[in-house]
């Protein structure tokens, strides 16, 4: 694994961590987190023996936004050019399921992190916002367009044009956290979750991956035809025959990722 210096990247038993970790500027996202942590997370992807990614945050914020001392000189021609923040692209580009544990603060490119992941937890402690207005700017990782569809628009109106933030049971009501749990708990959660999955055909899980996220881009028409592709290729797997046959034999499954 490749040595970074503003993640921790570890390799556990089915599954990898990553954590984000500048606490002492609340995990902020500059470009070098950026570079790591879709390096990390591609390494990830393309290692067999990985079932899914969780991303989590050192100290008491999961990521309180992109870099502010970063960004505060940036010019319209840089950011332009660079297309500056487009390289988040390739963490929402990962295949496989990646759960995101938020300890504490998701604000700004916190919250769009989080949201570019699959499966959201947060601890009773997080916090979420687009407080981007506090800035005379918007949301650039996607915090208008996937909180949106994740929460509808009159509750993204409300955090984008306000700021405010919003606590663990009022994300999890809107629809943006799929589970909450006590701060001590969140990572043995987001575990047990990777220990599932684990036990799943990898090829399945991608299946679901792509198919669910379509559902983001698509018509309901297209969505459905494009899933029921899916499912009668899942017919072509070593793991469909296999799930099906330990249904009917009454025993659990041993999914090959073939
Ligand atoms: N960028 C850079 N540094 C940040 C940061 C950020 N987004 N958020 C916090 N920090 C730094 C602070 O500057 C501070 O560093 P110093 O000790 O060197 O001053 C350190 O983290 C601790 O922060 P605070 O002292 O502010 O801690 P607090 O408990 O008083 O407040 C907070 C916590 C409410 C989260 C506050 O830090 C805050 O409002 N942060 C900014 C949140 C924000 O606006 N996020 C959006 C950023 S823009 C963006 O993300 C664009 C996009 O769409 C991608």
Redesign the pocket.
């Known amino acids: 694994m490749t040595e970074f210096s503003t993640i921790l990247a570890e390799k556990h038993d089915g599954y990898a961590l990553i954590t984000l970790n500048r606490p ?3 995990n ?1 996202l500059n470009l070098e987190v950026m570079t790591e942590l879709t390096a990390a997370a591609a390494e990830f992807d393309a290692d067999p023996e990985v079932k899914s990614i969780v991303i989590t945050g050192a100290g008491r ?1 999961f990521a ?6 970063e960004m505060k000189d940036l010019t319209f021609s840089k950011a332009y050019e660079a297309d500056w ?1 487009a390289g988040w692209q390739d963490l929402a580009s990962v295949r496989k399921p990646i759960i995101a544990a938020v300890n504490g ?1 998701a ?3 916190g919250c ?1 992190l989080a949201m570019m992941c699959d499966i959201l937890i947060a601890s009773e402690k997080a916090k979420f916002g687009q ?2 207005i ?2 005379g ?1 918007l ?3 996607g ?1 208008s367009q996937r909180l949106t569809r994740a929460i509808g628009k009159a509750k993204a109106m409300d955090l984008c044009l306000t700021g405010r933030f919003i606590g663990a049971e009022e994300a999890e009501r809107s629809g943006l956290a799929a589970r909450v749990v006590a701060p001590e708990a969140l990572m043995d959660e987001a575990v047990s979750i990777a220990g599932v999955i684990a036990g799943k055909s990898r090829i399945a899980s991608a299946l679901v991956k792509e198919a669910v996220n379509l559902a983001f881009e698509t018509t309901l028409d297209q969505g459905l035809r494009f899933e029921r592709r899916l499912f009668h290729a899942s017919l072509a797997t070593a793991d469909q025959k296999e799930g099906m046959a330990a249904f009917v034999e009454k025993r659990d499954p041993q999914f090959t990722d073939s």
């Not at 309180?64 to 001392?69: P, T």
């Open positions: 002492e500027a609340l902020a914020a309180a936004g992109a870099d502010i001392k923040f603060f604000l700004g490119g769009e407080p981007e506090n800035l700017v949301p650039g990782m915090g």
